[in-house]
């Protein structure tokens, strides 16, 4: 993807936290192959010797004087695949009305501050950004999620306000041998609306404690501050100076700006930073931060001197354990990789939108290969799944064939890919010998999702699911054969049956009940394993073999009888929500956008044969959790009724992700929340029942 960046500054990470975030996000995009131009306001207070990035390695980056000066890179605005303007950027309004008009692809806007910027909006300060432009950006990306998301939509008409959170590079922010300095520190820029904190949490205990050691970090405190004698004071610290800092305290403390705990869901830089550290971190208290960061676990709440003190208190042993913890969050859910992903997904249904308004010219697709197109096979492809994997093959602009018997795929799901010229469907079950039309073509790229995947669906007619998993499996086994296609076996976390072991890595081979009624399906699913990694052995065909865990997200059939789907059908239409058992059994749930993104993962993956890969998400949640969560998001008055426990339904259910993180770079990106808000919406609009009201925002959205 080409993307040019207009922000306020990557060169100068001096009295600001945009260089330090623009910096993590634009690398790890870089290394997922993007070709980005940061464009960049010249400014005396970000030049000299305030400049400590100027020439970077992961994008190239040019100044440019003023508006005028600005004019001589609308070529390139022009041809990018996509632009995006930061808050904060001198004469923000203006450039952002020349990038709409110069810009072909979408043009979003990327708010480090949105709950700033939503106030100096209603005082009618239109520094960077004015309201009527929030409907006008293809998307708006906002540091700040939960409720502000939704008043972006409904209040400023945004078509696509997304979070997008800082991040931390676990592997510049680490844990270092360092002795400890201090037992608290803070780092951040003076902030009037902050300072009453910071006096709260950690002026007021050093006054206190004249035996601990404290530290604050950063410019442009006033002179008339009055500093205990135990606060040491750093007028400025690189930010390659961030790790030792955190590193040297015990413990740091984190103080959000007045607007954005009043949004709440806003987490800082210096959050994620100081985790990444596995350094214990004391913060203020907000909306939202429950759903980043475990309180007593992962993280220490503080509203007065007592909770500071008490937290101060911890021993060396328990301080360790809580910043460990912290490290192993942000590893799983908020690295640079983690943001990329978000910002990839994204970027490329904005361009999707905007394609299908214009439909003058096929998709400019952000993730193009850097070769030929490709011509590719997708059985099963008007499924759930396989649909929303059609359109993302379609994006990187390449021919698809989809093939379906429609037992349980559905040609709605096919909406957006029916009207695209390098789209194929092919009514046929793989069961069969393969048509002409199919056993005639010649294919790069064979994905098989071909197989009922819910219980009812695929126990209604056990022998066929067998032979779809089996015949149909051989069927495309051999036409990858002839055709010298790469091959993708889409396998299942049912090949594990009910575990022993927990979580399940791919070397498990699990316990299943062969004779069972759930057999058809998972002995089918081993059987189709065997004849896929058989035939790599015997050099037929390049193969490779994912072990899907379960997934949600829009087109999930609500009458299919998994477990997303009946709770969200159920809530939104206030009937009983059934739970079988007591509901105390636990599921892993990723969303359909980072699983397909973990198909083409391995699909591309040149290595040699990695074996079973798990894909899934690794949070585990209960039944009843769920429950709670999507009656929270709905704002439903359903009664959970319960039903006795289906045979063999699994007691537990997390993958073992470690193989796929290593292998493929691949973690699942979206949050529960966002991804149930997303999913109720859908299934809320395909009933027929949309409120008059738009459903509330998920916590931590």
Same mark, same amino acid.
């Given at each position: 993807m080409r993307i040019v960046v207009l922000g306020l500054s990557l060169a100068s990470s001096w009295g600001n936290g945009h260089a330090v975030t623009y910096r993590a996000l634009l690398k790890a995009m870089a290394a997922r192959g993007h070709d980005i131009l940061f464009l960049e306001r010249e400014v005396a207070w970000y030049a000299g010797d305030h400049r400590d990035l100027p020439e970077p390695d992961f994008c190239r980056l040019h100044f440019y004087q003023d508006l005028q000066d600005l004019k001589r890179f609308a070529g390139v605005v022009h041809g990018a695949d996509a632009v995006i303007i930061g808050s904060y950027v001198p004469d923000g309004v203006a450039v952002g009305r020349w990038a709409k008009a110069a810009a072909r692809g979408p043009v979003a806007f990327y708010d480090i501050d949105t709950p700033v910027t939503l106030a100096r909006l209603a005082r009618g300060d239109r520094e960077y950004l004015g309201p009527e432009q929030i409907s006008e950006y293809d998307v708006y990306f906002s540091f700040t999620g939960g409720p502000t998301l939704e008043r972006l939509e409904r209040e400023f008409g945004s078509p696509a306000a997304r979070a997008l959170f800082c991040s931390a590079d676990p592997e510049a922010y680490r844990p270092l041998e360092t002795a400890k300095r201090w037992d608290l520190s803070y780092l951040g820029t003076y902030s009037e609306d902050r300072q009453p904190t910071l006096e709260r949490l950690l002026i007021e205990p050093a006054r206190r404690m004249p035996e601990r050691r404290f530290v604050v970090a950063g410019p442009q405190y006033p002179t008339d501050i009055d500093w205990p004698a135990n606060v040491e004071r750093i007028e400025h610290l690189a930010p390659a100076d961030h790790p030792a800092f955190y590193n040297a305290s015990r413990f740091t403390l984190n103080v959000t700006r007045a607007d954005m705990i009043e949004a709440g869901h806003s987490p800082s830089i210096r959050l994620f930073e100081a985790a990444a550290c596995a350094t214990p971190v004391i913060s203020d208290v907000w909306k939202g931060l429950d759903q980043l960061f475990t309180p007593g676990e992962e993280i220490v709440l503080a509203r007065s001197f007592e909770d500071v003190e008490a937290a101060l208190s911890a021993s060396d042993e328990q301080a360790r354990a809580m910043g460990a913890a912290a490290r192993r969050r942000i590893l799983a859910a908020h690295t640079p990789v983690h943001r990329a992903q978000t910002l990839e997904r994204e970027l490329a249904a904005a361009i999707r939108r905007k394609d299908m308004i214009r439909q003058e010219r096929p998709m400019q697709t952000p993730f193009a290969a850097p070769h030929a197109a490709k011509t590719i096979l997708v059985?099963?492809?008007?499924?759930?799944?396989?649909?929303?994997?059609?359109?993302?093959?379609?994006?990187?602009?390449?021919?698809?064939?989809?093939?379906?018997?429609?037992?349980?795929?559905?040609?709605?799901?096919?909406?957006?890919?029916?009207?695209?010229?390098?789209?194929?469907?092919?009514?046929?079950?793989? #069961?069969?010998?393969?048509?002409? $039309?199919? !056993?005639?073509? =010649?294919? @790069?790229?064979?994905?098989?999702?071909?197989?009922?995947?819910?219980?009812?669906?695929?126990?209604?007619?056990?022998?066929?699911?067998?032979?779809?998993?089996?015949?149909?499996?051989?069927?495309?086994?051999?036409?990858a054969e002839r055709t010298n296609a790469r091959f993708l076996l889409t396998s299942t976390s049912e090949i594990y049956g009910d575990p022993e072991v927990h979580p399940q890595p791919e070397t498990y081979r699990g316990n299943v009940n062969p004779t069972g009624p759930r057999a058809c399906y998972d002995e089918g699913k081993r059987a189709a394993e065997t004849l896929s990694f058989d035939?790599?052995?015997?050099?037929?065909?390049?193969?490779?073999?994912?072990?899907?865990?379960?997934?949600?997200?829009?087109?999930?059939?609500?009458?299919?009888?998994? #477990?997303?789907?009946?709770?969200? $059908?159920? !809530?939104?239409? =206030?009937? @009983?929500?059934?739970?079988?058992?007591?509901?105390?059994?636990?599921?892993?749930?990723?969303?359909?956008?980072?699983?397909?993104?973990?198909?083409?993962?391995?699909?591309?993956?040149?290595?040699?044969?990695?074996?079973?890969?798990?894909?899934?998400?690794?949070?585990e949640l209960t039944v009843n959790e769920l429950v709670e969560t999507v009656l929270k998001l709905t704002g439903s008055r359903s009664q959970v009724v319960r039903r006795p426990l289906p045979i063999d339904d699994p007691r537990r259910r997390r993958p073992d992700i470690d193989k796929a993180a290593e292998v493929l770079d691949w973690r699942p990106a979206t949050p529960l929340e966002e991804g149930l808000r997303l999913t109720a919406r859908w299934f809320d609009a395909e009933a027929g029942h949309l409120r008059n009201d738009p459903l509330p925002e998920a916590v931590g959205a």
């Open positions: 059985a099963g492809g008007a499924g759930f799944l396989g649909s929303h994997l059609c359109d993302r093959l379609l994006d990187q602009g390449h021919r698809v064939v989809c093939v379906d018997n429609l037992l349980t795929g559905d040609m709605a799901n096919l909406e957006h890919a029916r009207n695209r010229p390098n789209f194929e469907f092919i009514h046929h079950d793989i #069961v069969q010998p393969l048509p002409a $039309s199919l !056993a005639e073509r =010649e294919f @790069d790229e064979i994905y098989n999702l071909a197989c009922a995947a819910s219980p009812p669906l695929y126990q209604a007619d056990p022998e066929h699911t067998m032979l779809t998993s089996v015949m149909g499996t051989l069927h495309l086994l051999r036409l035939y790599d052995r015997m050099g037929k065909a390049v193969v490779r073999v994912c072990r899907i865990f379960n997934t949600y997200g829009p087109r999930l059939s609500a009458a299919d009888g998994r #477990v997303v789907s009946n709770v969200v $059908s159920q !809530a939104l239409s =206030e009937r @009983d929500i059934t739970v079988f058992g007591d509901g105390s059994q636990t599921r892993s749930f990723c969303y359909v956008d980072d699983m397909v993104g973990g198909l083409i993962a391995l699909m591309a993956y040149e290595g040699a044969q990695p074996g079973p890969i798990n894909l899934g998400n690794p949070v």
